[in-house]
Nanobody, 124 residues
Framework: QVQLVESGGGSVQAGGSLTLSCTAS????????VGWFRQAPGKEREAVAA???????RYAESGQGRFSISKDNQKETLYLQMNDLNTDDSAMYYC??????????????????WGQGIQVTVSS
């Protein structure tokens, strides 16, 4: 079964850090572009960061300088390191993978495999 499973979410105080993980099964993320997205209540899903199969990265403005995306191909796991979190970062976070993109992409439409999501709550 092809799936992505997120872990590492939870509650943290503003200014703190959190690392999300996303493990793939049923397929290999080695040649996929991968990304992290988030959705807060009442808002649209937005991109956070992307990592291409070419090893390049792209970040949305909201996470630029604070978030870092990486992956371990041997562990089939994608990571999102989040630093200096603020209350605006509270959302459900989703990891995603796409087979038809080589470069890092922030458009949700290129991703065909999605995790179930994990909650991140930042308190002031």
């Amino acid at each position: 079964q092809v799936q992505l499973v997120e872990s590492g979410g939870g509650s943290v105080q503003a200014g703190g850090s959190l690392t999300l993980s996303c493990t793939a099964s049923g397929f290999s993320i080695t040649n996929y572009c991968v990304g992290w997205f988030r959705q807060a209540p009442g808002k649209e899903r937005e991109a956070v960061a992307a990592l291409g199969a070419d090893a390049r990265t792209r970040y949305a403005e909201s996470g630029q300088g604070r978030f870092s995306i990486s992956k371990d191909n041997q562990k089939e796991t994608l990571y999102l390191q989040m630093n200096d979190l603020n209350t605006d970062d509270s959302a459900m976070y989703y990891c995603a993978a796409g087979s038809r993109c080589f470069s890092p992409r922030l458009e949700p439409r290129v991703y065909t495999i999605w995790g179930q999501g994990i909650q991140v709550t930042v308190s002031s």
